[in-house]
C-alpha cells in the first residue's frame, strides 16, 4: 500500500484542504506555528507484534500547533455539563504509516474528519481507546491520574488488535501538551473534570480482512459534570444470563469498540428493566462473575475484598481498580483476587457475610450496589447504602485526584 493511499483515506481537514501528498508539504502548512519540540529516544529498534518482526520507532518529533482563531464559548453552568457532549478547541493527531512510523503529531483545532468509506475501521474494527481524566486542585493546578497505566494498557490493546506499538513516552507527551493548550477547559466545579478520550483506528481504504498499515492516533478532550449530583447513590444491577459480552480467548481485557458493542443490547434490556447495568457472567461456563458495564466489581465478604482476578483476559484491567487494591493492601485490608462463582455471592448474602459490593472505573471512582439480581433472587446489599469500605476508597481515590490529600503512591502527574 503506498503512501498516496494513505492520504486518500484519512484525510485531516487542513490536508484535505490543502490536497497535500508529501511530507514536506505537510511541514509547510504548519511553518508559521509555534514549536514545541518533544525528544523521545528508543534504546532499542526492534520489536515484535504477533510474531511478526517489525521495526520500532526512533522518535524525534516536534508536535505543531495550528491553534484555532475563533474559541468557543465554555460552558457557564459547569453542573449541567452532562458526559461526553461537549468538546473543547482542539484535538491532537497523529499519523502512522507502515515504513514511516508515527509521525507529524499536530494539535489542531477540533472538527470533522475525512474517512474513506472503505476505511478498514469502519468495516473491521480495528480501533482500540482509552479513558481518563484531567482534575483541577483547589490552587488552580491541573493533574492527571496514573495516565502511565492507560498509555500502557492502550498497547495491550494495540498488541491484542495487531495496531501498532505507540511507545507510552510519545503518548503522555501528546496528551500532556495538549492538555497544556487546553487547560482551561478544566473545569473548576467539584466533581467536575476533563475527559480524555485517546484512541487509534485503521484508515487504510481496504476491504480484505487483514491488519492495517495505516493509523490514525487522535485525543479528543470533553468537559464532564459530577458523576454524582447528590452524594454516591447506590445503583441496581442485574446478572445477565442471556448474552456474554467476550470469551477466554476472546478481546475482553483490551479497550476496543467491538467489546462494547457487544454490551449495548443486554445494557437496552437494563434501562427497559429499571436497572442501570448488568453484571457480566464469563462466557463459557456462565457461571463466573467478570464485570459490569464500563466498570469492575468487588465484594466484601467477611471483612474481605474479593474480586475477580485477571487471568482468563476477558476482563479489563481497570485502573481504579488497581488503585482500589493497592489501596486497601496499604491499609492492611484483606484482598483477594480470585474467581468468584455468582452462587458464591448469593450464598454470602444468605448467610449475612456479604456487606458491600461496589463497581470500580474512572467515571464514577466507585458506585456503591443497592440491589442485585440474579434471576428471581434481589439481593439488597447494606440496606441499600453504600459501605465503610466504599467510602474510604472513594474518599481516598478522588482526594487524591483532585489534589486535597497528599499522594503518597505517586500516581498523580501535574501538568503546570
Ligand atoms: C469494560 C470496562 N471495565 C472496567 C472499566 C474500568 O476501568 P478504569 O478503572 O481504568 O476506568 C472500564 C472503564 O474504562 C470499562 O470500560
Redesign the pocket.
Known sequence: MTAERTRTAATLPALEKNNLKSKKNFKKLFQNEEKCAIIVSKPSNRTAICGKTIKKEVFDMEIKKQLTTCPKEKPKDESKLGFGHIFTDHMLVMPYDEGQGWHDPVIMPYGDITLSPSAMCLHYGQTVFE?LKAYRRADGGVQLFRPDENFK?LNRSNERLVIPELPEELGLQCLKELISVEKDWVPHTEGASLYIRPFIFAVDPFLGVHPGEHYLFMIILSPSGPYYASGLDPVNIYVENKYVRTVRGGMGYA?TGG??AASLHSQADAYDQGYSQVLWLDGVEQKYIE??????IAFVIDGEVVTPSLETGS??S????KSALELCRSKGIPVSERRITIQEIADAYDAGKLSEVFG????AVISPVGHLKWGDKVMTINNNKIGPVSQMIYDTLTGIQWGKIPDEFGWIVPID
Do not use: P, Q
Not at 291 to 296: L, Q, Y
Not at 318 to 321: H, K, S
Not at 360 to 363: H, L, R, S
Open positions: 479513558g494498557r479497550k467489546n462494547y464485570e459490569v458495564g464500563a466498570m469492575n476482563i479489563l481497570g485502573i481504579t481498580r470500580t472505573g474512572t467515571a
